[in-house]
């Protein structure tokens, strides 16, 4: 049986302190990664994703419950520890604000691995590999600003795969993508996930871009509605994705 | 509708308007401060030793209105950078770019406005506060000083209000020449321009040949007089600001481009943060520069005028303590001291005369200080020689003895204290044992002694002259007006000295505080930037450790740079005071080690502080 590389027991978070109107952004939520998994959340705006992410990433804190990742209790885990991990073990893109505008595209997508202490010998052939596979090899000596919504979101991602870290945490990272980049950026994760055995948990609102994994959750305010599994191809799964949507949004509107 | 935009944009950035307001505020009450002085023609001419005082008032003022005009010119983009984006939002919303022109216009006018009245009160309040400690300090009257004075205070505000008027049309016109979306992307633009090779070494060589023809005039201020005084201004502070623009931002690309040391770690991180701002950076560098140069400089010369008065005083003074008759209290007070070198002599007087006894003075002869004629060495310590061979020496003419040598009597006079204000019209003898013991008087003894520093004795000094006063009354018959020590020289040249100290620390302080002010500005208002930037980073996983590390960096750089440069200019412009001062380099250490000590807390305490802002606690 495969380890699980995520696990998540019970979550809860709530945002407010006790004095003020609290709200419950996730209520009681469990579910397992499995390693190599590439997983899915969707769910309406709102529904708590980006919380959920956040949660699991070790960037917030749960108000109650479990979670382990790689097999640690990310609850007792140091400040250091922590930032460690996240540094050699995680990689993120995220819903917004993602380049620190002060660095290059290059400096940006190199900045991890800078981190981790590899020599610049090594940096730049890896920089200008994932870039390329990522189509922004010529924006590389560009500073953030004078690129495009799409390219600041493919050097994201390119900074998120670029130190191949055991998991990739990925919040709408096709939300500002063409159908072709956002097919290209897509078929980068799937061939991370399925040759170097990084696990996926990716956020989306595209039931397209979803249909790239083997399984989504959904989740409905703050807790988990449905969870399903890709059995036949792509074309399938994208089409049992639509439909739930809908029972989703039938839903809501009642 | 207009103002009450203003005012709802003002209250919600008001932590940011609140540092604005407090960079502006300390520039206009520091150079109301400086006026206070600069234009108090009375109370410098009658306290300075530089003859032409007001002259160098003028010159300062000029300094510091220029160092002034590059950092409001900073300070006030500073509201630019708070609001573009936030106009450029009311631009797509449908307001017009003149009436957001206007708007920009007006509240930079309006921000000036209140930080002048603030700045003024607070300036008076300083220049009264430290005026008053300083004063104290070192027992100055400081009589014509007034911490209010009207015509500083109408140069203040003509000053700045033009200053105001001037930025807020600058600011204006910089909005009104942007589109919207450049308004609306201001914050994430870089001020990253491509800086070419040409104008580095242009820039550079600049820098370098004004540094170096400003320091060639300081060094022969002597021959150049007020001319040298204007080259060096004219072109140490543009060379200064030159440094800063054209070196800097080169010296960073360069760190920048070694690809090893830029990818290691976080460094690529630290130096865009430097690279990022650096035009603006350079502006705050030359200011600061030029701050330290000119307090560190006022400070070290005012020491260097209190040191003076110990140089002089051990110019006609070879012993530094010499006691007539000492008590056995005072014996024993002295039995602690560590002396270099002591003797005791004998005499007795008698109506007509002062009687000294030759085998003593033969045996340990006195050292004293002769004057020279030589301007390098005015004067040097001699041993005198036992070369008496007469029986009797006499300073009395109509005696038929021999005569005194010059020097001899510069002994008695001068180090054994056998002076006119103690012995009155008394005549000096030197004589042999038998006619030393023929002399009709009780024998006394005088103490002479050299100790390292005798400022450290000064109570007992200060009693041992008064009771010389008292022994004078016995002599003479008459109270004196000194009794010819070394402490009494230095205390009397202390006092002519100390209009001129209290000038050089009054301004060493104001300058220092408008340096440390001008930095925490820097910090201050990058902060709201950095937070966000600092935030990533943590997410993705740098150590809070490292952050810390790269904000020691960064601002390591940024205090380096011009506490370099500025501690160079001081060196070299003491050179200035080498015509009126005796010494002008001695104990310089003194007051620079202390300006290194201040100003390595003083980062310290930034970077702390900086840490509390852009990272979170815990
Ligand atoms: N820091 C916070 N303080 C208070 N409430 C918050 C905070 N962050 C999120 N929320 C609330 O929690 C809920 C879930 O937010 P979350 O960002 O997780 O939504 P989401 O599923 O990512 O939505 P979207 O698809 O629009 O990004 C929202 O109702 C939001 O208002
Ligand atoms: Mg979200």
Same mark, same amino acid.
């Given at each position: 049986?495969?380890?699980?590389?995520?696990?998540?027991?019970?979550?809860?978070?709530?945002?407010?302190?006790?004095?003020?109107?609290?709200?419950?952004?996730?209520?009681?939520?469990?579910?397992?990664?499995?390693?190599?998994?590439?997983?899915?959340?969707?769910?309406?705006?709102?529904?708590?994703?980006?919380?959920?992410?956040?949660?699991?990433?070790?960037?917030? @804190?749960?108000?109650?419950?479990?979670?382990?990742?790689?097999?640690?209790?990310?609850?007792?885990?140091?400040?250091?520890?922590?930032?460690d991990?996240?540094?050699?073990q995680?990689?993120?893109?995220?819903?917004?604000?993602?380049?620190?505008?002060?660095l290059?595209?290059?400096?940006?997508?190199?900045?991890?691995?800078?981190?981790q202490?590899?020599?610049?010998?090594?940096?730049? !052939?890896?920089?200008?590999?994932?870039?390329?596979?990522?189509?922004?090899?010529?924006i590389?000596?560009?500073?953030?600003?004078?690129?495009?919504?799409?390219?600041?979101?493919?050097?994201?991602?390119?900074?998120?795969?670029?130190?191949?870290?055991?998991?990739?945490?990925?919040?709408?990272?096709?939300?500002?993508?063409?159908?072709?980049?956002?097919?290209?950026?897509?078929?980068?994760?799937?061939?991370?996930?399925?040759?170097?055995?990084?696990?996926?948990?990716?956020?989306?609102?595209d !039931?397209?871009?979803?249909?790239?994994?083997?399984?989504?959750?959904?989740?409905?305010?703050?807790?988990?509605?449905?969870?399903?599994?890709k059995?036949?191809?792509?074309?399938?799964?994208h089409?049992?994705?639509?439909?739930?949507?809908?029972?989703?949004?039938?839903?809501?509107?009642? | 509708?207009?103002?009450?935009?203003?005012?709802?944009?003002?209250?919600?950035?008001? @932590?940011?308007?609140?540092?604005?307001?407090?960079?502006?505020?300390?520039?206009?009450?520091?150079?109301?401060?400086?006026?206070?002085?600069?234009?108090?023609?009375?109370?410098?001419?009658?306290?300075?030793?530089?003859?032409? $005082?007001?002259?160098?008032?003028?010159?300062?003022?000029?300094?510091?209105?220029?160092?002034?005009?590059?950092?409001?010119?900073?300070?006030?983009?500073?509201?630019?950078?708070?609001?573009?984006?936030?106009?450029?939002?009311?631009?797509?919303?449908?307001?017009?770019?003149?009436?957001?022109?206007?708007?920009?216009?007006?509240?930079?006018?309006v921000?000036?406005?209140?930080?002048? $009245?603030?700045?003024?009160?607070?300036?008076?309040?300083?220049?009264?506060?430290i005026?008053?400690?300083?004063?104290?300090?070192?027992?100055?009257?400081?009589?014509?000083?007034?911490?209010?004075?009207?015509?500083?205070?109408?140069?203040?505000?003509?000053?700045?209000?033009?200053?105001?008027?001037?930025?807020?049309?600058?600011?204006?016109?910089?909005?009104?020449?942007?589109?919207?979306?450049?308004?609306?992307?201001?914050?994430?633009?870089?001020?990253?321009?491509?800086?070419k090779?040409?104008?580095?070494?242009?820039?550079?060589?600049?820098?370098?040949?004004?540094?170096?023809?400003?320091?060639?005039?300081?060094i022969?201020?002597?021959?150049?007089?007020?001319?040298?005084?204007i080259?060096?201004?004219?072109?140490?502070?543009?060379?200064?600001?030159?440094?800063?623009?054209a070196?800097?931002?080169?010296i960073?690309?360069?760190?920048?481009?070694?690809?090893?040391?830029?990818?290691?770690?976080?460094?690529?991180?630290?130096?865009?943060?430097?690279?990022?701002?650096?035009?603006?950076?350079?502006?705050?560098?030359?200011?600061?520069?030029?701050?330290?140069?000119?307090?560190?400089?006022?400070?070290?010369?005012?020491?260097?005028?209190?040191?003076?008065?110990?140089?002089?005083?051990?110019?006609?003074?070879?012993?530094?303590?010499?006691?007539?008759?000492?008590?056995?209290?005072?014996?024993?007070?002295?039995?602690?001291?560590?002396?270099?070198?002591?003797?005791?002599?004998?005499?007795?007087?008698?109506?007509?005369?002062?009687?000294?006894?030759?085998?003593?003075?033969?045996?340990?002869?006195?050292?004293?200080?002769?004057?020279?004629?030589?301007?390098?060495?005015?004067?040097?310590?001699?041993?005198?020689?036992?070369?008496?061979?007469?029986?009797?020496?006499?300073?009395?003419?109509?005696?038929?003895?021999?005569?005194?040598?010059?020097?001899?009597?510069?002994?008695?006079?001068?180090?054994?204290?056998?002076?006119?204000?103690?012995?009155?019209?008394?005549?000096?003898?030197?004589?042999?044992q038998?006619?030393?013991?023929?002399?009709?008087?009780?024998?006394?003894?005088?103490?002479?002694?050299?100790?390292?520093?005798?400022?450290?004795?000064?109570?007992?000094?200060?009693?041992?002259?008064?009771r010389?006063?008292?022994?004078?009354?016995?002599?003479?018959?008459?109270?004196?007006?000194?009794?010819?020590?070394?402490?009494?020289?230095?205390?009397?040249?202390?006092?002519?000295?100390?209009?001129?100290?209290?000038?050089?620390?009054?301004?060493?302080?104001?300058?220092?505080?408008?340096?440390?002010?001008?930095?925490?500005?820097?910090?201050?208002?990058?902060?709201?930037?950095?937070?966000?930037?600092?935030?990533?980073?943590?997410?993705?996983?740098?150590?809070?450790?490292?952050?810390?590390?790269? $904000?020691?960096?960064?601002?390591?750089?940024?205090?380096?740079?011009?506490?370099?440069?500025?501690l160079?200019?001081?060196?070299?412009?003491?050179?200035?005071?080498?015509?009126?001062?005796?010494?002008?380099?001695?104990?310089?250490?003194?007051?620079?080690?202390?300006?290194?000590?201040?100003?390595?807390?003083?980062?310290?305490?930034?970077?702390?502080m900086?840490?509390?802002?852009?990272?979170?606690?815990n």
């Amino acid at each position: 049986m495969t380890k699980s590389v995520v696990n998540v027991e019970n979550v809860q978070k709530i945002f407010g302190k006790k004095s003020e109107n609290q709200y419950k952004a996730l209520d009681n939520v469990s579910f397992t990664i499995k390693e190599g998994e590439f997983v899915g959340i969707m769910g309406p705006s709102g529904a708590g994703k980006t919380t959920l992410l956040n949660v699991v990433s070790t960037l917030d @804190k749960a108000t109650s419950g479990k979670i382990e990742i790689a097999g640690q209790d990310i609850t007792d885990m140091k400040q250091n520890a922590l930032a460690d991990f996240r540094s050699e073990q995680l990689g993120f893109i995220f819903q917004d604000f993602n380049l620190l505008e002060n660095l290059t595209v290059y400096e940006n997508i190199a900045l991890p691995l800078s981190l981790q202490g590899f020599s610049s010998k090594k940096i730049k !052939p890896l920089v200008t590999q994932v870039a390329e596979k990522l189509g922004i090899k010529s924006i590389l000596p560009k500073y953030p600003v004078t690129i495009s919504g799409g390219q600041k979101q493919r050097a994201a991602a390119a900074r998120a795969l670029v130190h191949e870290p055991a998991i990739i945490l990925a919040d709408e990272p096709t939300g500002a993508l063409d159908s072709k980049n956002a097919h290209s950026l897509m078929k980068t994760m799937e061939h991370l996930n399925q040759y170097h055995d990084v696990s996926i948990m990716l956020v989306t609102h595209d !039931p397209l871009s979803a249909s790239y994994c083997e399984r989504i959750l959904f989740i409905q305010d703050g807790t988990l509605y449905k969870e399903i599994t890709k059995s036949g191809d792509q074309q399938q799964f994208h089409q049992q994705i639509l439909n739930v949507l809908a029972e989703l949004t039938s839903i809501q509107s009642s | 509708m207009l103002v009450k935009l203003l005012s709802g944009s003002m209250k919600k950035m008001w @932590k940011d308007y609140l540092v604005l307001l407090f960079g502006l505020t300390i520039s206009i009450a520091i150079f109301y401060m400086f006026e206070t002085l600069a234009q108090n023609k009375a109370f410098l001419e009658a306290n300075a030793l530089i003859s032409s $005082i007001v002259f160098v008032f003028h010159v300062g003022t000029f300094i510091l209105g220029l160092v002034t005009i590059f950092y409001i010119f900073y300070a006030t983009s500073f509201v630019l950078s708070l609001r573009q984006k936030e106009l450029g939002m009311y631009m797509t919303l449908g307001a017009k770019k003149g009436k957001v022109t206007q708007m920009m216009f007006l509240e930079t006018l309006v921000i000036g406005i209140i930080s002048l $009245i603030i700045g003024l009160i607070v300036g008076v309040g300083l220049s009264e506060g430290i005026a008053r400690l300083l004063m104290a300090r070192l027992d100055f009257s400081g009589e014509g000083f007034h911490a209010l004075y009207q015509s500083s205070l109408w140069t203040t505000v003509i000053f700045y209000m033009i200053l105001f008027l001037l930025t807020a049309i600058v600011n204006a016109i910089r909005i009104a020449r942007k589109s919207v979306l450049e308004l609306l992307h201001a914050d994430q633009i870089a001020d990253n321009k491509v800086i070419k090779g040409w104008k580095t070494f242009v820039g550079t060589l600049f820098a370098i040949v004004l540094i170096a023809v400003g320091y060639f005039a300081m060094i022969n201020m002597g021959e150049l007089a007020h001319a040298g005084v204007i080259i060096a201004t004219a072109t140490v502070t543009p060379g200064t600001y030159f440094f800063f623009m054209a070196m800097l931002p080169f010296i960073i690309k360069r760190i920048k481009g070694i690809r090893t040391i830029n990818e290691k770690g976080l460094n690529a991180f630290t130096y865009a943060q430097l690279d990022f701002r650096v035009s603006q950076l350079s502006k705050v560098l030359g200011t600061v520069a030029m701050l330290i140069a000119l307090g560190l400089g006022a400070m070290t010369a005012g020491l260097s005028f209190y040191h003076n008065t110990e140089i002089q005083s051990s110019m006609m003074h070879a012993y530094d303590v010499k006691v007539l008759e000492p008590t056995d209290k005072e014996l024993t007070e002295m039995e602690n001291w560590e002396f270099e070198e002591r003797n005791l002599y004998s005499y007795r007087v008698t109506d007509e005369g002062v009687y000294f006894s030759k085998d003593e003075l033969q045996t340990n002869p006195p050292v004293i200080k002769e004057i020279t004629g030589n301007l390098d060495e005015l004067t040097k310590e001699t041993r005198l020689e036992d070369d008496l061979t007469a029986p009797v020496y006499t300073t009395d003419e109509t005696d038929n003895a021999e005569l005194m040598p010059e020097q001899w009597h510069t002994a008695l006079r001068s180090e054994l204290m056998a002076n006119f204000y103690i012995f009155g019209d008394r005549a000096l003898y030197i004589l042999d044992q038998e006619k030393f013991e023929a002399i009709n008087a009780d024998t006394q003894t005088v103490f002479v002694g050299k100790v390292e520093n005798f400022i450290d004795h000064a109570n007992t000094l200060e009693e041992i002259d008064e009771r010389h006063h008292q022994l004078a009354v016995k002599y003479t018959g008459e109270e004196p007006t000194m009794s010819g020590s070394k402490y009494e020289d230095y205390i009397s040249l202390k006092s002519i000295a100390n209009g001129t100290i209290f000038m050089g620390m009054f301004l060493g302080v104001a300058f220092l505080m408008m340096m440390a002010s001008v930095l925490m500005f820097k910090l201050l208002s990058s902060a709201t930037v950095d937070i966000d930037r600092y935030q990533m980073l943590r997410k993705i996983g740098v150590r809070h450790a490292k952050l810390k590390k790269s $904000i020691y960096k960064e601002l390591f750089l940024v205090f380096l740079f011009p506490g370099l440069i500025g501690l160079v200019h001081v060196l070299i412009g003491m050179e200035m005071f080498s015509f009126i001062l005796i010494e002008p380099y001695t104990k310089i250490w003194l007051p620079i080690s202390m300006f290194l000590v201040i100003y390595g807390l003083y980062y310290l305490l930034t970077v702390k502080m900086y840490q509390r802002i852009v990272l979170p606690k815990n």
